[in-house]
């Protein structure tokens, strides 16, 4: 067992107020990673309603990753919804037409960007994300808090506006974290870990899934490096060879830096 179908829309038996977010949206504008859950305490369709101002011809994007957890009541405000700021007024003339349809010729409406919302992050009850913000992997949006800047990973932010109130965890931690991406794991190797993740221990996680073995075969990769650096065979593709039998490159350095 493998957890639940990331390709349904409603992961929990009988309950139809919790579901996997890329199952259900529609709009091709919105791109929503595997395992995204939304909660709405009367019907998911209410997600899109919640993206406000969110027009095909301006053709901005919502962006979210993996793993995340939405709230009930969690709005993005899009870049439909701006105005003129820089103007005498910022009332919509041209909108109305009728010898008032020049109003806007020559100019255009700021536009922000899109909205990136990173891997595993939890956004509380009633927040709102405005136009052109990145919040990334790992962090969280407390309750009603609205989010006019970008939010750093694994950090947590609050009030309106929304400001830091702490870090997760250590700046080491967080680096770790940020390397080893748990969220684009195999599923069978999140599934072994899920103790682990749920932990808050790093270094368990990094070593679980090959245990002895793995490390046993870090360890002679390092004693190979040394050996091919001694006859001055190339080092790196030797090291490389090696290391694409057992996990990808970055995972093995982690492992060899800790070995060293
Ligand atoms: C953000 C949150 C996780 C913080 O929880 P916590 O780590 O236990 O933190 P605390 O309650 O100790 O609060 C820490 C600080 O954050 C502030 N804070 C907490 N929630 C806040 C909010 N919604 N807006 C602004 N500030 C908030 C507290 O006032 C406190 O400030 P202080 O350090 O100056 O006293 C929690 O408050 C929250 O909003 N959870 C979301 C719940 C939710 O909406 N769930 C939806 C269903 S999934």
């Not at 053709?59 to 820089?86: E, P, Q, R, W, Y």
């Not at 250590?170 to 999140?190: F, G």
């Amino acid at each position: 067992m493998t957890g639940p179908n990331k390709d349904i829309k409603f992961p929990l038996d009988n309950y139809d107020r919790l579901c996997f977010l890329k199952n259900v949206v529609k709009n091709p504008n919105i791109i929503v990673g595997d395992f995204t859950y939304y909660d709405d305490f009367e019907n998911i369709e209410n997600f899109e309603k919640n993206v406000k101002y969110h027009f095909d011809f301006v053709g901005d994007k919502l962006i979210i990753g993996k793993f995340c957890m939405i709230a009930s009541d969690v709005k993005f405000i899009m870049n439909g919804a701006n105005h003129l700021t820089d103007a005498l007024t910022t009332y919509p003339f041209a909108i109305f037409g009728n010898g008032w349809e020049n109003a806007m010729v020559g100019k255009s409406y700021p536009q922000k960007g899109d909205i990136n919302i990173g891997n595993d992050v939890w956004i509380g009850y009633n927040a709102t994300i405005m136009a052109g913000v990145t919040i990334e992997d790992g962090a969280i949006i407390a309750t009603n808090s609205t989010v006019i800047k970008d939010v750093k990973p694994y950090s947590i932010v609050g009030g309106n506006p929304a400001k830091e109130i702490k870090k997760r965890f250590s700046e080491d931690k967080i680096a770790k974290l940020l390397e080893i991406k748990w969220w684009n794991w195999d599923i069978e190797r999140i599934t072994e870990n899920i103790q682990n993740l749920t932990d808050n221990d790093i270094d368990n996680i990094v070593y679980c899934r090959r245990s002895v073995g793995f490390k046993f075969f870090a360890l002679i990769q390092v004693r190979c490096s040394l050996i091919g650096r001694c006859f001055e065979i190339g080092n790196k593709p030797y090291r490389r060879t090696l290391a694409t039998s057992v996990e990808t490159d970055d995972q093995t350095d982690m492992i060899l830096t800790k070995l060293k």
